[in-house]
């Protein structure tokens, strides 16, 4: 089982980036992914989580309106778009996987990490 996060990088506030989460080992369709952020000195946190072929979205309620979660089964790829970026965005952005059919908050309770990857938002 694998999930790699990409994308990441420096950016202007007020820029935009895209992150990509790459699965492999197990059956996408069948698994929501979810997307977490720890910023320096901050809680690791809940970003933004989809289901099934992207009906159904989650986001933190902080970032809604900026952030848009996707994805592509067929391409075994999860994505985050990111706009209006500003420094408190600024962190280690990882991706995980947990089954559709688990209970319980869809922020919680994931069985597969990826490695992060860093996006700063600086001028």
């Known amino acids: 089982v694998q999930l790699q996060a990409s994308g990441g990088g420096l950016v202007q506030p007020g820029g935009s980036l895209r992150l990509s989460c790459a699965a492999s080992g197990f059956a996408f369709s069948d698994y929501a992914i979810g997307w977490f952020r720890q910023g320096p000195g901050k809680d690791h946190e809940f970003v933004a989580a989809?289901?099934?072929?992207?009906?159904?979205?989650y986001y933190r309620n902080s970032l809604e309106g900026r952030f848009t979660i996707a994805r592509d089964n067929a391409k075994n790829t999860a994505y985050l778009q990111m706009n209006s970026l500003k420094p408190e965005d600024t962190a280690v952005y990882s991706c995980?996987?947990?089954?559709?059919?688990?209970?319980?908050?869809?922020?919680?309770?994931?069985?597969?990490w990826g490695q992060g990857t860093l996006v700063t938002v600086s001028s």
């Open positions: 989809i289901y099934w072929s992207g009906g159904l979205t």
């Open positions: 995980a996987a947990r089954p559709v059919w688990r209970g319980g908050s869809y922020d919680t309770n994931y069985d597969y």
